[in-house]
Structures are given as structure tokens and as C-alpha cells.
């Protein structure tokens, strides 16, 4: 299973993003989808999540201004993110509850992030 992020890019204070992750491989079940990011010198931490239903949480740093989506046919997530803010640089990542097989248990499974930098 790989999940392929992409999106990222450099952009300035107020403006807005679109970051997609894509999950390919032998997939028979994505359960949960989300976004972490990782700022220069701190943790990582989750930013949104979206069950297969459609039902979202997300960080209260964020709320009002991210919004996560997801395609199930086509195995995707989608973060918009609108009126960044410098706070937001960071790497963003992407992770999914895979379950491979009709048999097997879910594992979690990272995409290999995309930077996000919000400057003027």
C-alpha cells in the first residue's frame, strides 16, 4: 500500500491550499483517512480526520478554516485549507486505515508528506 501526497507549495498569508493523497496497492478497505503536520522543531500533530461515512474532526487551530474530504472510489483524502496563516508552515502528512485483505486487520499506513509554507 503507498499513499502518494501532493499539493504542498509556498503561499502567502490569507491565501489557500488544496493538499490530495491518493492510497494505491492492494486495498480491499480504507477506514479512517487524516492529516498530520510537523512544524520545524516541534511534534507531530493531527490536524483532521474523516471516517468512511463522511463524519470529520479536526484541531481546534484549524477549525473554521480546514476542511478534509475524501473520495472513497478513488481512495483519496483532501485537505482545503483556506485563510492560512504563517502558523500552518509545516510538513503535512497523510495517513489511512488499510485493510488489505477481506480476512486481515486494518493497518496504518503514511503518505511521505508535502511541504507547506505560508509566507509573504
Known amino acids: 500500500v503507498q499513499l502518494q501526497a501532493s499539493g504542498g507549495g509556498l503561499v502567502q498569508p490569507g491565501g489557500s491550499l488544496t493538499l490530495s493523497c491518493a492510497a494505491s496497492g492492494s486495498i480491499f478497505r480504507i477506514n479512517a483517512m487524516g492529516w498530520y503536520r510537523q512544524a520545524p522543531g516541534k511534534q507531530r500533530e493531527l490536524v483532521a480526520t474523516?471516517?468512511?461515512?463522511?463524519?470529520?474532526d479536526s484541531a481546534d487551530s484549524v477549525k473554521g478554516r480546514f476542511s478534509i474530504s475524501r473520495d472513497n472510489a478513488k481512495n483519496t483524502v483532501y485537505l482545503q485549507m483556506n485563510s492560512l496563516e504563517p502558523e500552518d508552515t509545516a510538513v503535512y502528512y497523510c495517513i489511512a486505515g488499510v485493510q488489505m485483505y477481506i480476512h486481515s486487520g486494518s493497518n496504518f499506513y503514511w503518505g511521505q508528506g508535502t511541504q507547506v509554507t505560508v509566507s509573504s
Open positions: 474523516i471516517t468512511p461515512s463522511g463524519i470529520t
